[in-house]
């Protein structure tokens, strides 16, 4: 399974902005998909995961209502809308894939994505 991520930019505190993650490969693998994040020295933190076919949703409670993670199963494709941007939203954020149940646990994912870039100004 490959990952592609991309939407990452900058934007002012209060915007929006919409990450993709285009999968290909054996993606019939897949269970789950998730979003995490890295801020400059901090550790990987779990955003946000979607089940790949059932529509379960899990999310990090920080971003709980201002984020909302998607998919298009057609397009082998899971977003991520964050609304409402902080600057403490500024991080890396990486898409991963899981194969198997749930996991908020970075670990335990199978597949990375190289990560995109979202800076948040104030």
């Known amino acids: 399974v490959q990952l592609q991520a991309s939407g990452g930019g900058l934007v002012q505190a209060g915007e929006s902005l919409r990450l993709s993650c285009a999968a290909s490969g054996r993606t019939f693998s897949i269970d789950y998909m998730g979003w995490f994040r890295q801020a400059p020295g901090k550790e990987r933190e779990f955003i946000a995961a979607i089940s790949w076919t059932g529509g379960i949703i899990h999310y990090r409670d920080s971003v709980k209502g201002r984020f909302t993670i998607s998919r298009d199963n057609a397009k082998n494709t899971v977003y991520l809308q964050m609304n409402s941007l902080k600057p403490e939203d500024t991080a890396v954020y990486y898409c991963?894939?899981?194969?198997?149940?749930?996991?908020?646990?970075?670990?335990?994912?199978?597949?990375w994505g190289q990560g995109t870039l979202v800076t948040v100004s104030s």
């Open positions: 991963a894939a899981k194969l198997g149940s749930y996991s908020s646990y970075l670990r335990e994912y199978d597949y």
